[in-house]
């Protein structure tokens, strides 16, 4: 019976896999929708961003994360992706991998008008959930950028802190 059930198993879940085209770390194609409101966003939270640098970083966010999830090989949803890392599946894809990834990634850029730093929710809890904080000088942390490229399977996710209605946040 549970030779019958592996391949099974493993055609049920086949289908889920997460794969992106077209993913071009140097191109950048500002036009994207994704990467205009993520600017939108990282504009509305201080008049001191430089606007050059809040758009390269939406390129840069929205693509890498998009690069993560091809790279670890992802299967949505997140948490079965979990199953799959923590049994020895998969080799990558965590939550705090792809945090850990994508702030290496942006802080290569040496972006001066804002700051990135790692956040946590739930921190030692079961469900301990890593994701990064977008913040300048004079912001407040709830008034902050959460940008969270796990979530939804390396579809980046951004709101403001206050505004998350999934995670409490604190820093790292």
């Not at 600017?39 to 758009?55: C, G, V």
């Not at 949803?77 to 990834?101: I, M, Q, R, T």
Request: aromatic share 14%; net charge positive; with cysteine.
């Amino acid at each position: 019976m549970k030779y019958i059930l592996v391949p099974i198993f493993i055609l049920l879940f086949l289908g889920c896999s997460v794969k992106y085209d077209n993913i071009d770390l140097d191109k950048k194609d500002f036009s994207d929708q994704e990467v205009k409101k993520l600017t939108d966003m990282i504009l509305s939270i201080s008049r001191n961003i430089d606007k050059k640098e809040a758009r390269e970083l939406s390129y840069d966010a929205v693509t890498y994360s998009k690069y993560l999830a091809n790279k670890y090989e992802l299967v949505s949803p997140p948490l079965f992706h979990n199953f799959l890392v923590n049994y020895s599946f998969k080799e990558k894809g965590l939550c705090h991998h792809f945090a850990k990834d994508l702030l290496a990634y942006l802080n290569r850029k040496n972006y001066k008008s804002f700051k990135l730093k790692r956040i946590v929710a739930e921190r030692k809890e079961y469900f301990e959930h890593n994701s990064i904080l977008l913040t300048t000088s004079g912001v407040s942390f709830e008034n902050s950028l959460v940008l969270d490229s796990w979530r939804n399977s390396g579809q980046l996710f951004w709101t403001q802190v206050k505004n998350d209605e999934e995670y409490t946040w604190e820093l790292k």
